[in-house]
């Protein structure tokens, strides 16, 4: 037998249960119309491309895609133990484009060694359109005995750079920094 306390416990639950239903469709709603109030701004703030980024890449007005020019990358070592190369020997690329390479090096001692890279450009006059972003060359690289690394390069070739230039030489020779150790960066 049903008695008056559970009745009125039936309709407090029953009552309860419609609440939360409405709340469910309720917020469940306002999340949908939070999705125009959104792209709207991403669209004010520029990051709307965010998920997208072949269109981010499309937009982008400054790779010339009329111009291929050919990087070839040179590897050397002065008075260092050690064995550097590039990758790839040459990469075909379009001005403004962005591009990244890699670098392999390897200390072929038994003792920590540090040494600074310094690049060198042919044609000289393609220096000031060769714009490296990223470069293990801006700072000294100190290997311990027999350890390997990959270092990148991330550069733009300027769209301006002239077009009678087709080919970049990107060439890096390694000196050793005598006494440059470990104990000595502090």
């Known amino acids: 037998m ?15 249960l419609r609440k939360l239903v409405v709340i469910v469709v ?6 949908f119309a939070l999705v125009p109030f959104y792209d709207k701004i991403c669209q004010a703030t520029g990051i709307q491309n965010l998920l997208n ?5 499309a937009a982008n007005t400054q790779v010339d895609l009329t111009r291929t020019v050919t990087i070839e990358f040179d590897a050397s070592i002065r008075q260092l133990p050690w064995d550097f190369k590039p990758e790839v020997v040459s990469i075909k690329a379009h001005p403004g484009e962005l591009v990244n390479v890699m ?41 311990g005995p027999h350890e390997s690394r990959r270092m990148p390069v991330v550069f733009v070739v300027d769209p301006n750079l002239p077009a009678d230039v087709h080919t970049i030489t990107l060439s890096y020779t390694f000196f050793e920094i005598n006494g440059a150790t470990a104990e000595q960066k502090g």
């Open 103 to 143: 670098y392999d090096i390897s200390n072929t001692t038994g003792r920590e060694m540090a040494g600074q890279a310094i690049p060198s450009y042919a044609p000289r006059a393609a220096a000031q359109y060769f714009h490296k972003l990223d470069c293990f060359c801006f700072s000294r690289q100190t290997l």
């Open 26 to 31: 309720v917020m469940f709603g306002f999340g």
């Open 2 to 16: 049903t008695t008056a306390a559970d009745l009125a416990s039936e309709a407090t639950n029953r009552v309860t």
């Open 53 to 57: 980024p072949d269109e981010v890449s």
